[in-house]
Nanobody, 119 residues
C-alpha cells in the first residue's frame, strides 16, 4: 500500500510563495514518475508539474518560470516550490505517483492540500 502525504498548502496573497511537500511511504525511485496536479472547483484535475525517475521535469505552460518541482530521495519527498502566485492558481493540489508495468499503469494519490491565492 502506497501512502502519499501532502503538506504546505494555505492562504497566500498574490505574488507570494508557498512550498508543497509530498512524503511517500517508500522510495520515490520505485515509481516511474511523480508529480503535482491541481483541481479548481468545477474543473477537471490537471497536471502542474512532473518529474521522472531519471530526473526529467515537465510543467504546465501556465506555471512555467514560476513553479519548480524537486525531490529529496533521502526523505522520499517531492516538493513543489510555487512563486509569483496568482489567484488562478487557487485549487486543491494533489501529489501523484505513477508506476508502470508492461500491462498496467498504477496511479497513487495523496489526500490533497488546499492552496488559496487571495488578497
Amino acid at each position: 500500500q502506497v501512502q502519499l502525504v501532502e503538506s504546505g498548502g494555505g492562504l497566500v496573497q498574490p505574488g507570494g510563495s508557498l512550498r508543497l511537500s509530498c512524503a511517500a511511504s517508500r522510495s520515490i525511485f520505485s515509481f516511474n514518475a511523480m508529480g503535482w496536479y491541481r483541481q479548481a472547483p468545477g474543473k477537471q484535475r490537471d497536471a502542474v508539474a512532473t518529474i521522472s525517475s531519471g530526473g526529467s521535469t515537465n510543467y504546465a505552460d501556465s506555471v512555467k518560470g514560476r513553479f519548480t518541482i524537486s525531490r529529496d530521495a533521502a526523505k522520499n519527498t517531492v516538493y513543489l516550490q510555487m512563486n509569483s502566485l496568482k489567484p488562478e492558481d487557487t485549487a486543491v493540489y494533489y501529489c501523484n505517483a505513477r508506476q508502470r508495468s508492461i500491462t498496467t499503469v498504477n496511479d497513487y494519490w495523496g489526500q490533497g492540500t488546499q492552496v488559496t491565492v487571495s488578497s
